[in-house]
């Protein structure tokens, strides 16, 4: 699913909009015993209850794809008798009115799920008639052709509020508040089936979870039989590990500089584009090319890059490259740099030693102390000193390439 697709379902989280038929929890304390469990149909329940739950279920399709929001692939074993993805169709084509298939899906969940403390299962089921789209890309509410038939789950942490002062409005004065247990936003979540080019896909879902670099593998392959692809974090370290080891000495400041340009060149080149910018193995290469990497270098980079990717590894750009910052760090030292002033940094050959170099102005500040960047009245530099402070007027001392 791409960020359009996502959108659209999310839109049916409104009164105006939605398509949810029945509503399904099942409420687990922290040793793992349900304490309770509903089934509603949900557009009987109160109207502030239902814009609670609209909250809870649009943050389980909200995040940054390929990091918070995975698209996942059901292999072909998960689609036979017993597996996740036929157990997931079973669940959907009941249209949650099976009472043992709930059970069947909260033991589920209660079995895999490693969480310690108390938390709510909720599970819906909604018809979407999907509207048609003119040439132009506007909805045809009266061309529908498909209703989109789905389920959505959401794991949502329920926690004891905190203790405080409350203000007691009969009494006329200030007592200890009542504290009671409220169910939060959800940490775990999936969409099936996935809503694939504004259709149902069977065998794919989306699957959401609140922390991108804690995805709770073991809980997604035993519910699901999907493996996990890797998180952000991983594809960050896995992309650094194929830089370094491809380029060796040669990767230096200037051409980590250059990559990072490429990246954020590309990210607002397809800013608009629903779909996440990824970077197979061409794609990688063409990328360190373009930033300058020695072509001797380059002869290693497909045994490279099967080997710290795999060879049919595919990177997203959003992971990979930080367009809010560009970071320089020494042993000692961490410098950030705004990523459109990349530039103002280099690298100088200084008395002997290679240094990073800043170009700085007469605003500067230390601790928040304004400090004069020109040299104190009647303290005449020499004029090696004269022609250095002239480029710049700060020197870091390092002795590798810069990030390493």
């Known amino acids: 699913m791409n960020k359009k697709e996502i959108s659209e379902i999310k839109k049916q989280f409104t009164p105006d909009n939605c398509a949810i038929t029945r509503i399904c929890g099942c409420y687990v304390d922290g040793e793992k015993n349900k304490k309770t469990e509903m089934v509603d149909a949900f557009l009987s329940l109160p109207e502030e209850e239902r814009f609670k739950y609209f909250e809870i279920f649009r943050k389980t399709l909200s995040g940054t794809l390929g990091k918070n929001?995975?698209?996942?692939?059901?292999?072909?074993?998960?689609?036979?008798?017993?597996?996740?993805?036929?157990?997931?169709?079973?669940?959907?084509?009941?249209?949650?009115?099976?009472?043992?298939?709930?059970?069947?899906?909260?033991?589920?969940?209660?079995?895999?799920?490693?969480?310690?403390?108390?938390?709510?299962?909720?599970?819906?089921?909604?018809?979407?008639?999907?509207?048609?789209?003119?040439?132009?890309?506007?909805?045809?509410?009266?061309?529908?052709?498909?209703?989109?038939?789905?389920?959505?789950?959401s794991i949502c942490p329920v926690k004891l509020s905190k203790a405080g002062l409350s203000y007691d409005s009969e009494e006329n004065c200030f007592r200890n508040r009542t504290r009671d247990w409220i169910v939060e936003m959800p940490d775990r979540g999936f969409l099936f089936p996935a809503f694939n080019e504004r259709s149902s896909d069977i065998h794919s879902f989306l699957y959401y979870s609140k922390n991108g670099e804690d995805l709770h593998e073991a809980f997604v392959e035993t519910l699901s039989g999907c493996p996990m692809p890797m998180t952000a974090g991983d594809q960050k370290e896995t992309f650094n590990m194929l830089v370094e080891e491809t380029l060796g000495e040669t990767c230096d400041y200037e051409l980590v500089r250059n990559i990072h340009e490429q990246l954020t060149a590309m990210i607002e080149e397809k800013k608009d584009d629903p779909e996440p910018l990824s970077l197979d193995k061409h794609e990688v290469r063409t990328l360190l090319e373009a930033s300058g990497a020695d072509d001797e270098k380059m002869e290693a980079f497909d045994h490279n890059f099967d080997e710290v990717a795999g060879a049919k590894a595919s990177l997203l750009v959003s992971n990979v490259a930080n367009t809010r910052k560009f970071e320089i760090k020494t042993p000692v030292i961490t410098i950030q740099v705004d990523p459109d002033c990349a530039d103002l940094v280099e690298t100088r050959i200084i008395d002997g030693r290679r240094c990073l170099v800043i170009g700085i102005d007469d605003n500067v500040t230390v601790n928040g102390i304004s400090v004069a960047a020109t040299e104190k009245a009647g303290m005449e530099p020499s004029s090696a000193e004269a022609a250095e402070s002239e480029a710049a007027a700060a020197k870091i001392f390092y002795d590798g390439p810069a990030g390493q």
């Open 69 to 153: 929001l995975l698209n996942m692939d059901f292999p072909l074993d998960s689609e036979m008798p017993g597996g996740g993805q036929h157990f997931f169709l079973k669940l959907r084509t009941s249209h949650l009115e099976d009472p043992q298939l709930l059970e069947q899906f909260y033991d589920k969940i209660i079995e895999t799920y490693d969480y310690g403390e108390n938390y709510l299962i909720l599970l819906i089921h909604a018809l979407y008639d999907i509207p048609g789209k003119s040439s132009d890309n506007l909805e045809m509410f009266d061309a529908s052709d498909e209703v989109y038939d789905y389920i959505l789950c």
